[in-house]
């Protein structure tokens, strides 16, 4: 073999060793980057395990806060209720019924004919008497709850006396609202004195003081009516709120008993450390690739001095011998 042949050989030899080991280089580099990627993987699963653990945490203890807080606001509640149904109890035995100042508006239903109500008509044509026209007017306002009622409103309310008796029966004491009873009242006995026998000329009004008497009675009634009915709301009420923070702390304990029946915490726990455990075998595999790698890279790296310079110096020395 000449020393081109041999110089040839030592060549295509090199050059397919430095193939190969660039090959070799490529593998273990990419096979490293492979392990880089799983141990980070593996480290943002740890990271989101702890985050997840942490919001677990926070949740528990707001829900700790939000049961104490609840059973505080229960007890609250429980104290504002006896003190509502015992004021109540002192309304009902102070104000006593309603059932008499009732009863004498039935009475003055029945007074009400057909007849009366043409009478008054007729004397609303033709003349106003001042106690007639107020006492209606309060009338008319407490059947429809709306202040301030005019003539006008008076007169289409005594168009039909079918209709005005029937809703002077279904008059609720309760519904009163926009009405300010107790200074209506007060108003209407004021005017009870206008009622008596009429003065030389004037309109005879005495008979129809059945709608100033069923007006004061319902004032009577609703001022005793809407301060019962006001409680038994304010009782309704308090009971709603107390039963919705009873249903509050029913939902907190039976989480609690979740957490504890499943062991939450400590899957987070046991899950975090299974983790970690993976990961520390990961990177000491991370560690060993990124060794062969990097001695791989140093070989491919040196080979034109570790082998080419090295044979074919050789086989100069050979050939000056």
Not at 17 to 24: E, G, L
Not at 100 to 112: C, D, G, L, N, W
Not at 130 to 158: C, G, M, W
Request: charged share 30%.
């Amino acid at each position: 073999m000449s020393k081109e042949q041999l110089l040839a050989y030592i060549q295509l030899k090199g050059n397919n060793r430095k193939s190969a080991m660039h090959d070799a280089c490529v593998f273990q580099t990419n096979d490293w980057h492979r392990t880089q990627e799983v141990s980070q993987n593996i480290g943002a699963r740890i990271e989101a395990l702890q985050e997840s653990r942490q919001q677990f945490q926070d949740n528990v203890a707001s829900q700790a806060k939000g049961l104490a807080e609840e059973k505080d606001h229960i007890r609250g509640l429980e104290v504002k209720l006896n003190a509502k149904k015992a004021e109540l109890l002192k309304e009902k035995d102070q104000s006593g019924s309603s059932d008499t100042f009732k009863s004498q508006m039935r009475a003055a239903e029945m007074i009400v004919t057909k007849e009366m109500i043409a009478q008054i008509n007729k004397i609303l044509e033709n003349d106003s008497p001042a106690p007639l026209t107020q006492s209606l007017e309060h009338f008319i306002s407490l059947l429809r709850d709306k202040p301030n009622t005019k003539s006008v409103d008076v007169e289409l309310f005594l168009q039909d006396h079918g209709k005005l008796v029937a809703t002077m029966k279904k008059a609720d004491t309760t519904k009163c609202r926009t009405v300010k009873v107790e200074q209506v009242l007060a108003q209407l006995e004021a005017l009870q004195n206008q009622f008596g026998p009429a003065t030389e000329g004037a309109v005879d009004v005495t008979k129809y003081r059945c709608f100033l008497d069923w007006s004061i009675n319902y004032c009577k009634a609703a001022k005793i009516d809407l301060n019962v009915y006001r409680l038994q709301e304010e009782v309704a009420k308090i009971s709603l709120e107390l039963e919705r923070a009873s249903l509050a702390v029913s939902r907190f304990d039976q989480i609690e008993r979740q957490n504890n029946e499943f062991q939450f915490a400590g899957f987070y726990n046991k899950a975090i450390a299974q983790v970690k455990a993976r990961a520390e075998i990961i990177t000491q595999i991370e560690s060993v690739d990124l060794d062969q790698a990097r001695e791989y890279q140093k070989k491919y790296k040196g080979f034109e001095n570790d082998y080419f310079r090295s044979y074919l110096s050789m086989v100069q020395d050979q050939a000056n011998q």
